[in-house]
Nanobody, 126 residues
Framework: QVQLVESGGGLVQAGGSLRLSCAAS????????MGWFRQAPGKEREFVAA????????AYADSVKGRFTISRDNAKNTVYLQMNSLKPEDTAVYYC???????????????????WGQGTQVTVSS
């Protein structure tokens, strides 16, 4: 089992940047594929980005391609989401997720992730 703790959220102006971090407990972090999802008020949770166990494969939602970058540091048990050129529509609670068995072609599917963090708020002002 793994526990996930997100950090790095906050208030930023449109066009600004934030870097989210998700720290995982345990000694088998490299066995977990990792994903970032977000949920805006009144909306369903949606996929943002994901990364495979080795970091060799990544996936992004079309809405964030070219602006967001997901990465991982297995030595630090941490996954990151670098968010640039932020827009007001990026405002949401951002969640980190992990799973040890998810396949590469299902990385964007939230239903395949067994472990979730509590979320961190990102607010982008116009």
């Amino acid at each position: 089992q793994v526990q996930l703790v997100e950090s790095g959220g906050g208030l930023v102006q449109a066009g600004g940047s934030l870097r989210l971090s998700c720290a995982a407990s345990g000694r088998t972090f490299s066995s977990y594929a990792m994903g970032w999802f977000r949920q805006a008020p009144g909306k369903e949770r949606e996929f943002v980005a994901a990364i495979s166990r080795s970091g060799g494969n990544t996936a992004y939602a079309d809405s964030v391609k070219g602006r967001f970058t997901i990465s991982r540091d297995n030595a630090k048990n941490t996954v990151y989401l670098q968010m640039n050129s932020l827009k007001p529509e990026d405002t949401a609670v951002y969640y980190c997720a992990a799973d040890p068995t998810i396949l590469t072609n299902t990385l964007p599917s939230s239903r395949y992730y067994h472990y979730w963090g509590q979320g961190t708020q990102v607010t982008v002002s116009s």
